[in-house]
């Protein structure tokens, strides 16, 4: 047995806020600040610490050996056609980043037009977002750099595969919306930042801009700001026959937003609402003969389709094309003047294709427990494909047309047993009744008898569902003998908005309810027991961890805690997290404080408490969940523990939230996180 090295003590400091009459004392304040050299060295030493535990125990080699051989297989994403050519994102399995290969048949692979792992030594510069030119002579892309944010675009030339020299900075979540003639496009940007800091830069007064090629970015003309409302987002958007641009409107994570359009013919033209407030959400799916089709929940929980008139005197017409089902309506797409609806039925994907006057067609059968997890389609082409995925389906591409069904296009190839293992799906019963769907992966010979190393994982916020979906790293964990299990719970979309607004700011308590239920189901049901269960939880469900082994330490025996919002009366002050008060609340408001402070997870450790094993990940470039809250709630648990166990944080260097994470990183994580896990279920 590997002993526990000496925890460490972090310096205290008397700091104490007033919030409403309610003193609440922050003695790990600096922390905070991530340039400070004591900072630095407090991270240095706790990698450290976290580093000789870890690499005493022979475990991490071997899932880290067996982790980079299940994830060395080629995979390929769904081709995208583009003027005679079809473009694909592939991987031979361990590059860092997918390159881009273009073909003039489907069946081949084809050339490669370009490859991000040559932009870095160590991967970690990756394409956050990219669109082709009309034309199909350019592409528009951008870079982020150790996973942050913010994004530099570019442009490369198709033909001759060189980088024009146009270069555009400042942008955050920005796409591109090209002009009919391909000579530029509409992307979003923002000032430039009084701060080269990534976790300092601030991301206020976005601005929408028209580049053409060849000239400067100091030149491109201004299509929209609004600088009384700094924090409003803007993104834009052209029909595929580029009669229009479109804006849509956002001031949170809400799905909620203003949409405007104007004829692309006249951009000085004023902006013409379509939904001039924030009462409602409005996704634009596209345009056929200037008419829009939208979706939205409007009076409809589970989503709809509408439509509505373009004309250069405004939107009128409004009509219900496909009206809600009573089941979540989560992907839409227009493909040969057809809608394409994608509807959750219990978390899983059922799809299903409408003319354009909301006239059914017919089903497109998905395999069971899949969900579509990519989609390739042009609004006037027959042929489209679906990349769908599973626990135990590894991501394929379908090839799709409207005269006969689909075939797999793309499979990959992987040596594991999938036929030994199945998922199956159960309900448990949270603390108020409901019944919260389970999707459970285990061996089909396991024996129930509460000694089975067991991961529970969830989210439950941001109305994202929780869905079938294939990672070759929990392989290895199946393959030690673990269960692997996903929490479908409320704050998600698997039932709608009501099934969302049930998890979110005073509500938020029925999220770590049906968490803790969840955990308690499978040792009722004899999966596991509370020492052989691990939970675990990245961004919002590290939120979730980090509430739930506070709320109830006696239930696990690991904790992992991933890139995670943890000191819920001061995330608002940091980087993105203004965007998320509609869904927590916020400290400043006193009645959002009283139940955030309930929950908050920083301020609900207490002292002498015996903790679980608890493993705290995060990135030193996160600038979407600052690194500063993982580490005060690291210091504030190392001093509460009253146990043994071991309790760790692990700081990733050059890397961010998660996106365009290489693969390398990706592998190395995870090892750290499976063996973790696994170390303290086996005590």
Not at 54 to 69: P, T
Not at 385 to 391: T, V
Not at 508 to 536: C, M, P, W
Request: proline share 5%.
């Amino acid at each position: 047995m590997i002993k526990m090295t000496k925890r460490p003590v972090t310096r205290r400091e008397l700091v104490v806020d007033n919030y409403h009459g309610t003193y609440v004392a922050d003695p790990y304040r600096w922390l905070e600040d991530d340039t400070a050299p004591e900072v630095q060295e407090w991270m240095e030493d706790q990698n450290g610490i976290f580093e000789s535990y870890i690499g005493g125990h022979s475990i991490r080699e071997e899932y880290k050996n067996r982790i980079s051989e299940l994830i060395h297989y080629a995979r390929c994403g769904p081709p995208r056609y583009e003027s005679g050519k079809y473009y694909s994102w592939r991987n031979d399995g361990l590059q860092n980043q997918s390159v881009l290969y273009a073909s003039t048949k489907l069946g081949e692979v084809g050339e490669i037009v370009f490859d991000p792992n040559e932009l870095s030594a160590d991967g970690t510069v990756a394409v956050s977002s990219y669109s082709f030119s009309p034309d199909g002579k350019y592409l528009a892309y951008s870079l982020s750099s150790s996973g942050s944010d913010w994004q530099v675009g570019k442009v490369l030339d198709l033909e001759t595969k060189k980088v024009l020299p146009d270069t555009l900075n400042y942008m955050r979540f920005s796409g591109f919306a090209w002009l009919k003639d391909s000579s530029g496009f509409f992307y979003t940007r923002h000032p430039k930042p009084a701060s080269t800091t990534v976790l300092q830069a601030d991301s206020r007064n976005s601005m929408a801009y028209l580049h053409v090629f060849g000239q400067d970015q100091d030149v491109d003309k201004l299509i929209h700001k609004d600088p009384e409302n700094p924090d409003w987002g803007f993104s834009l958007s052209t029909d595929e026959e580029k009669k229009w641009l479109l804006m849509s409107v956002s001031y949170s994570t809400l799905f909620k937003n203003k949409l405007y359009f104007k004829p692309l013919a006249d951009l000085d033209s004023s902006w013409l609402p379509i939904a001039d407030n924030f009462d409602e959400g409005y996704d634009v799916i596209g345009v056929a003969d200037n008419k829009a089709y939208l979706f939205t929940q409007e009076n409809a929980p589970f989503g709809k389709i509408m439509s509505v008139q373009l004309s250069k005197s405004g939107a009128s017409d409004w009509q219900t094309v496909i009206p809600d089902h009573g089941e979540m309506l989560e992907h839409t797409a227009l493909v040969n003047n057809h809608l394409m609806c994608a509807y959750l039925h219990h978390a899983t994907h059922q799809l299903k294709l409408y003319d354009l006057n909301g006239k059914y067609v017919r089903d497109i059968k998905l395999p069971a427990m899949a969900s579509i997890v990519g989609l390739s389609c042009k609004q006037h082409l027959e042929e489209f494909f679906i990349q769908i995925s599973g626990y135990l389906y590894p991501d394929t591409i379908l090839r799709c047309d409207f005269s006969a069904a689909p075939s797999t296009w793309f499979a990959p190839k992987i040596d594991f047993p999938f036929d030994e293992y199945e998922t199956v799906q159960e309900f448990s019963t949270s603390k108020d009744g409901t019944q919260v769907p389970l999707f459970i992966t285990r061996r089909k010979d396991f024996k129930k008898d509460g000694n089975n190393p067991t991961q529970l994982y969830g989210y439950g916020g941001f109305n994202i569902s929780i869905k079938p979906a294939f990672s070759p790293t929990r392989l290895v964990w199946l393959e030690k003998g673990g269960i692997y299990v996903d929490a479908c719970m409320r704050g998600g979309a698997e039932y709608g908005e009501a099934w969302h607004r049930a998890g979110m700011l005073e509500s938020k308590q029925n999220v770590f309810d049906d968490f803790i239920a969840a955990g308690e189901h499978l040792i009722k049901q004899k999966y596991t027991s509370a020492k052989k269960l691990a939970i675990r939880g990245g961004s919002n469900g590290g939120l979730l961890t980090g509430a739930c082994v506070t709320q109830r330490p006696d239930l696990f025996g690991a904790v992992v805690v991933q890139v995670p919002v943890l000191d819920m009366l001061r995330y608002h002050h940091f980087t993105a997290g203004r965007f998320w008060v509609g869904e927590y609340g916020c400290s400043d408001n006193p009645e959002e404080f009283e139940f955030i402070y309930k929950y908050s997870p920083l301020h609900n450790v207490k002292m002498n408490t015996v903790y679980p094993a608890i493993l705290v990940m995060t990135a030193d470039t996160d600038d979407r969940v600052v690194p500063s809250q993982a580490r005060k709630f690291m210091a504030t648990l190392q001093a509460a523990d009253g146990g043994d166990n071991p309790i760790f944080i692990r700081i990733e260097k050059a890397a961010g939230h998660g996106h365009g994470k290489p693969i390398s990183k990706i592998i190395e994580e995870s090892a750290d996180c499976f063996a973790f896990m696994m170390i303290n279920l086996s005590k």
